[in-house]
């Protein structure tokens, strides 16, 4: 089953509007975190801000905002002022809770397209 | 941004050849990663490392190994390239001692520029 669901394949925006990249998650731990990452057409993988599952307040990152409904096991990515350097993919990721590994997972969603229309 | 180079930057290969390709980072992670993106799929780890000399499998395993003899260095060998083996192959880095002993969950992955493999 998918842990990381992203609905939106792709996605336009007008320059300097606001946009939400949705993501939902999948987790049985109280422990977790998740991560927005952005792939520009060149190719590399930006983090952009991070959410932790017991952090009492929305994380923000310049025009980056992440929008953490616990309750609906949603993270969503809020781009405010949209630039046309923000047309990329943009990836959702959660690390799940400690567990007694040498390692825990990171899984990523599949992904939405954010184009932005001058 | 994080120190991490991969090489090559792209390779085109015959199947059944084998293939290496390598992440160097100049950060002193403690943990590197292999993932492929293939479109629809998001990214799929296919091994780590977690000290020199210390791997495992990711999700995607078969096929692939992996060494880490310095820490600075993580090889992937495809042993016996194939077709469904054509991706793009990004090496990512972390170090749990970044985030904190408080907050270990929040170790970040920073990821090198990938490298396109297409094998015919």
């Known amino acids: 089953a998918q842990k990381i669901t992203q609905t939106q394949p792709g996605m336009f925006v007008q320059e300097k509007e606001a946009v939400t990249l949705d993501c939902t998650y999948d987790?049985?731990?109280?422990?977790?975190?998740l991560f927005w990452y952005k792939q520009p057409s060149s190719g590399e993988m930006i983090f952009l801000i991070y959410?932790?599952?017991?952090?009492?307040q929305n994380a923000t990152e310049g025009r980056y905002s992440l929008n953490f409904q616990k309750a609906r096991k949603s993270a969503n990515l809020v781009i405010s002022a949209s630039q046309l350097g923000d047309s990329a993919m943009y990836f959702c990721a959660m690390r799940e809770g400690l567990k007694k590994t040498s390692y825990d997972k990171v899984i990523f969603g599949p992904g939405t397209s954010l184009s932005v229309i001058p | 941004d994080a120190g991490i180079t991969q090489s090559p930057r792209h390779k085109v290969t015959e199947t059944g050849t084998p293939v290496t390709l390598r992440c160097h980072q100049t950060e002193n992670h403690r943990y590197m990663y292999w993932y492929r993106q293939d479109p629809g799929h998001g990214l799929r780890l296919i091994h780590y490392s977690y000290g020199v000399k210390d791997t495992d499998k990711g999700e995607v395993s078969d096929g692939y190994s992996v060494s880490r003899s310095k820490t600075e260095d993580f090889l992937l060998t495809l042993e016996s390239a194939t077709s469904s083996q054509t991706s793009v192959y990004f090496c990512?880095?972390?170090?749990?001692?970044?985030?904190?002993?408080?907050?270990?969950?929040?170790?970040?992955?920073?990821f090198g520029p990938g490298t396109r493999l297409l094998v015919l």
């Open positions: 987790t049985s731990d109280q422990s977790y975190g």
């Open positions: 990512a880095i972390s170090d749990p001692g970044l985030a904190g002993v408080a907050r270990p969950i929040q170790e970040t992955q920073y």
């Open positions: 959410q932790g599952s017991y952090d009492e």
